[in-house]
């Protein structure tokens, strides 16, 4: 009797959130290899996809920026951009670099560099069928990211992705600029 009353209450229980579209959502779950959190974002970016052949085709990957300022980034965002770019890549997205200088260039004292953010040094222009953008903001208590790759062609969003990690102070000093990181 107590499992039959149990069974009908956990069936109300779903059928009411079904009905209201109030469905729990996975959460990201922080673990010791992914502080940041972008092993997550990358495996729901790839699972969310609504075109799967978009993976073979060029993607880059921008800078994440402050949301309440989209012009604006910090280490954060550009190290959250570094991130995916290894994690989209190791899920077998054809990530492209497009920093990447039209020649190698040595600096005294520097060392060997390929990439850059002048423009008038960088390589061609790419053929990218789709790009990762995201943003992020701080709360008291965490940073909210959210992420999508969009078709370059059209304002399509193919893919979507929106998890907080913890404010850390480590993460409050790479999004604030402050040294020592």
């Given at each position: 009797?107590?499992?039959?009353?149990?069974?009908?209450?956990?069936?109300?229980?779903?059928?009411?959130?079904?009905?209201?579209?109030?469905?729990?959502?996975?959460?990201?779950?922080?673990?010791?290899?992914?502080?940041?959190?972008?092993?997550?974002?990358?495996?729901?970016?790839?699972?969310n996809?609504?075109?799967?052949?978009?993976?073979?085709?060029?993607?880059?990957?921008?800078?994440?920026?402050?949301?309440?300022?989209?012009e604006?980034?910090?280490?954060?965002?550009?190290?959250?951009?570094?991130?995916?770019?290894?994690?989209?890549?190791?899920?077998?997205?054809?990530?492209?670099?497009?920093?990447?200088?039209?020649?190698l260039?040595?600096?005294?004292?520097?060392?060997?560099m390929?990439?850059?953010?002048?423009?008038?040094?960088?390589?061609?222009?790419?053929?990218?069928?789709?790009?990762?953008?995201?943003?992020?903001?701080?709360?008291?208590?965490?940073?909210?990211?959210?992420?999508?790759?969009?078709?370059?062609?059209?304002?399509?969003?193919?893919?979507?992705?929106?998890?907080?990690?913890?404010?850390?102070?480590?993460?409050?000093?790479?999004?604030?600029?402050?040294?020592?990181?």
């Open positions: 009797m107590k499992k039959t009353v149990a069974l009908i209450f956990s069936f109300a229980i779903l059928s009411a959130a079904c009905v209201t579209g109030i469905v729990p959502k996975a959460s990201f779950q922080k673990s010791g290899t992914d502080r940041f959190g972008t092993q997550y974002l990358a495996k729901e970016i790839f699972n996809l609504r075109t799967p052949t978009v993976i073979n085709s060029p993607t880059i990957v921008t800078s994440f920026v402050d949301l309440n300022e989209l604006k980034t910090s280490v954060f965002g550009r190290l959250m951009a570094e991130k995916l770019l290894d994690e989209l890549s190791r899920r077998g997205f054809q990530v492209i670099e497009v920093r990447r200088a039209q020649d260039f040595i600096k005294k004292s520097v060392g060997e390929i990439l850059t953010r002048e423009i008038s040094e960088l390589a061609s222009v790419t053929k990218a069928r789709t790009v990762l953008a995201g943003t992020y903001v701080a709360t008291s208590k965490g940073v909210i990211i959210n992420a999508r790759l969009i078709d370059i062609k059209s304002p399509e969003i193919l893919s979507t992705v929106s998890y907080e990690i913890e404010l850390t102070e480590e993460i409050e000093n790479l999004i604030r600029g402050v040294s020592p990181f």
